[in-house]
């Protein structure tokens, strides 16, 4: 069964670049099957999709953060990084990292999460 | 920007019946899955396809859609089922990920 661990810092300064590290387990990223995504959930407050890569390289962000973001994979190490620019107090969230099903049978958009990392919390502050 | 539309809250007693709903303009065209989050866990996936149970995931949740809603549907609801509820869909061009706000279901 394949686990997700996320890793990173876990305090940011402002404007500084927040990054993390997810690393898989039990499967291959390169397997070609799914998305490796990046989701975040403010304190108290709903989900919300950062963006994801496939093995390939190619990359889907959520438009809203899409100047500020960059989704990387390094199947030699079977894993995927988020790097996140300028941030500011309004980061701070427990960022998620999670798989999600690639297939002709759903859109990019329409696909869904079945594994998740248990999730890592960064706080922006100085 | 598109948006998924849930209740904030839903209130059951313990063997009742709890539905969910979420609204979005693009759900005739979309697939649509729903999670479970657990204070301090992540969220688990609980409906995929609309109306797909992951294995592992009690019979008693199901999903169904209507136009432009669907509904999560919990069965003899039980106390270890309180938790928020997320529907996630894609936006009306199917390219990017959307998540509905969140439901807390209480019970």
């Known amino acids: 069964q394949v686990q997700l661990q996320e890793s990173g810092p876990g305090l940011v300064k402002p404007s500084q670049t927040l990054s993390l590290t997810c690393t898989v387990s039990g499967g291959s990223i390169s397997s070609g099957a799914y998305y490796w995504s990046w989701i975040r959930q403010h304190p108290g407050k709903g989900l919300e999709w950062i963006g994801y890569?496939?093995?390939?390289?190619?990359?889907y962000y959520n438009p809203s953060l899409k100047s500020l973001i960059t989704i990387s994979v390094d199947t030699s190490k079977n894993q995927f990084s988020l790097k996140l620019s300028s941030v500011t107090a309004a980061d701070t969230a427990v960022y998620y990292c999670?798989?999600?099903?690639?297939?002709?049978?759903?859109?990019?958009?329409?696909?869904?999460?079945?594994?998740w990392g248990q999730g890592t919390l960064v706080t922006v502050s100085s | 920007s598109y948006e998924l539309t849930q209740p904030p809250s839903v209130s059951v007693s313990p063997g009742q019946t709890a539905r969910i709903t979420c609204s979005g303009d693009a759900l005739p065209k979309q697939y649509v899955c729903w999670y479970q989050q657990k204070p301090g866990q992540a969220p688990v996936l609980v409906i995929y396809k609309d109306t797909v149970r992951p294995s592992g995931i009690p019979e008693r949740f199901s999903g169904s859609s209507s136009g432009t809603t669907v509904t999560l549907t919990i069965s003899g609801v039980q106390a270890e089922d309180e938790a928020d509820f997320y529907c996630q869909s894609g936006d009306s061009s199917g390219t990017y990920v959307v998540f509905g706000g969140g439901t807390k279901l209480t019970v």
């Open positions: 999670a798989r999600a099903l690639a297939s002709p049978t759903v859109t990019t958009g329409g696909t869904f999460f079945d594994s």
């Open positions: 890569i496939y093995h390939s390289g190619s990359t």
